[in-house]
Nanobody
Framework: QVQLVESGGGLVQPGGSLRLSCAASGNIFSINIMGWYRQAPGKQRLLVARITGGGSTEYSDSVKGRFTISRDNAKNMVYLQKNSLKPGDTAVYYC?????WGKGTLVTVSS
């Protein structure tokens, strides 16, 4: 079993920045890929970014150049730094590793 707990969501103005954190616990030795998905109201859950244990990253086209995913394997943490936020980035953000999801953290981008 793996537990994922997100933090760092909130209200931010357009153009602002926010960093999400995800703490992993449990059977963490099995974790390789970790990532972030998001789900806007009325829409499906979509990949935002993911990172392998070796640090290779992948981003959705909508966030390339604005968001950065990183991880600290020693602390069992994964982060999502989000810059130049837009109203379209408003969503619940979920931390993910294959087979497991966090409960999500809400990010609202609004003036």
């Amino acid at each position: 079993q793996v537990q994922l707990v997100e933090s760092g969501g909130g209200l931010v103005q357009p153009g602002g920045s926010l960093r999400l954190s995800c703490a992993a616990s449990g059977n963490i030795f099995s974790i390789n890929i970790m990532g972030w998905y998001r789900q806007a109201p009325g829409k499906q859950r979509l990949l935002v970014a993911r990172i392998t244990g070796g640090g290779s990253t992948e981003y959705s086209d909508s966030v390339k150049g604005r968001f950065t995913i990183s991880r600290d394997n020693a602390k069992n943490m994964v982060y999502l730094q989000k810059n130049s936020l837009k109203p379209g980035d408003t969503a619940v953000y979920y931390c993910y590793t294959p087979g497991y999801w966090g409960k999500g953290t809400l990010v609202t981008v609004s003036s």
